[in-house]
Nanobody, 116 residues
Framework: QVQLVESGGGLVQAGGSLRLSCVVSGNMFSFNVLGWYRQAPGNQRELVATITSISRTNYADSVKGRFAISRDNAKNTVYLQMNSLKPEDTAVYYC??????????WGQGTQVTVSS
């Protein structure tokens, strides 16, 4: 059974940093793309960053230069390093994976709160 389990959220002051982790059950290379999305109250879920099986990355304009997505295949883990955090980064962050055969999977989400 495919599972994505996030961790690393929390409360941080503006300008601070957090690193989110997403442990992926099964073979990481079974996923074409792994990524992070976020959803703030009253807003739609939005893409934050993605990384492909060959480590090509893509970022939302709002986080370029501040966030970095990476993967450790040996640990079956995808990371999101978030620096220079702003109050508008406050949201529930979700890990997402697009499986080659069975479609999209989502984690349960982890709350990130940035205080001003």
């Amino acid at each position: 059974q495919v599972q994505l389990v996030e961790s690393g959220g929390g409360l941080v002051q503006a300008g601070g940093s957090l690193r989110l982790s997403c442990v992926v059950s099964g073979n990481m290379f079974s996923f074409n793309v792994l990524g992070w999305y976020r959803q703030a109250p009253g807003n739609q879920r939005e893409l934050v960053a993605t990384i492909t099986s060959i480590s090509r990355t893509n970022y939302a304009d709002s986080v370029k230069g501040r966030f970095a997505i990476s993967r450790d295949n040996a640990k079956n883990t995808v990371y999101l390093q978030m620096n220079s955090l702003k109050p508008e980064d406050t949201a529930v962050y979700y890990c997402q994976g697009r499986h080659v055969y069975t479609g999209d999977y989502w984690g349960q989400g982890t709350q990130v709160t940035v205080s001003s």
